[in-house]
């Protein structure tokens, strides 16, 4: 009976995640526990296993899809049942043909740790033309950045996967282009001084910005600067440092700091508030 696998609870409040890559393809043979997924959610980026041993019926996600905890990412038939149907997997649709890999290419999901693979994505390449040095045909960093730097040579003819054509737009589609929102700003026209790579925006930037702007936006911005006389402190540190350190700690300006920002907010609860609009 085929098994349909859904997105699993990622914890700490987290209720959907982007795919990043699949690393399966349909009709392929898993393991269970086999990484098949890779996705990034507003915390960090997570390898998603295979539940089951079988083969890979069907796959309804691609890369750059937002999913939510319990959607059905893949369907996989366990070992051992429908085999036939294992053996004659569904025809592909055009889309998935064209993220097939070239002729030559190494069959199933290449061997390369998720560092290695996320330095592919930031580089805008792609892991599966890559060709391994590492031990067991491994992956390694220097192998996507010296396939990087081959990408940027002149005698290259195919731009790195999410760069933008090496060519500025037309004047006359800028000017056709409906006027922005007031609280989104247009940029400069880069393409003017080189070659533009467009990267997406993935979760953990998106909520990072997201929460920086809502933090410019609500807590006033303060500068104040002063002169303090800090021998004494730092005398008292010197003295005590060693002792601190037999303990496992570490006694730097920092401590000191904290500990006179925790009595001053105490004392004065007013900054050690938020805006509840």
């Known amino acids: 009976m085929p098994v ?13 995640g982007e795919i990043i890559e699949v690393l399966v393809k349909t009709g392929d043979r898993v393991k269970d526990g086999q990484t098949v997924l890779i996705v990034e959610t507003d915390k960090a980026t997570a390898e998603v296993p295979s539940p089951v041993t079988g083969t890979v019926k069907e796959i309804r996600v691609k890369s750059g899809q937002t999913v939510r905890v319990g959607e059905v990412l893949m369907v996989f038939l366990k070992e051992g049942e429908s085999g036939e149907e294992a053996k004659a997997p569904p025809p592909q649709t055009a889309e998935e043909r064209s993220e097939r890999p070239p002729a030559g290419a190494l069959e199933g999901p290449v061997a390369a740790a998720p ?6 994505r930031e580089l805008g390449v792609d892991i599966d033309q890559v060709k391994p040095s590492g031990p067991g045909g491994r992956i390694t960093p220097e192998d996507v950045r010296a396939f990087s730097e081959g990408l940027r040579r002149p005698e290259a003819q195919k731009p790195p996967i999410g760069a933008a054509e090496p060519k500025p737009a037309p004047l006359e589609t800028r000017e056709t282009t409906p006027t922005p929102p007031p609280e989104a700003v247009a940029l400069p026209q880069f393409d003017q001084v080189g070659r533009v790579e467009r990267i997406a925006l993935r979760s953990v930037r998106r909520a990072t910005a997201k929460h920086l702007a809502v933090a410019w936006s609500q807590i006033p ?4 600067m002063d002169v303090a006389d800090v021998s004494e402190l730092e005398a008292f540190r010197g003295k005590h440092r060693q ?17 006179a920002a925790a009595a001053a907010l105490k004392k004065f609860p007013r900054f050690n508030s938020s805006l509840d609009m």
């Open 221 to 224: 911005h303060v500068t104040h």
């Open 4 to 16: 349909e696998f859904k997105l699993p609870d990622l914890g700490e409040g987290i209720h959907e």
């Open 243 to 259: 002792q601190v350190e037999a303990q496992g700690g570490a006694l730097s300006l920092t401590v000191f700091a904290m500990k």
């Open 115 to 120: 560092s290695t693979r996320r330095l592919a």
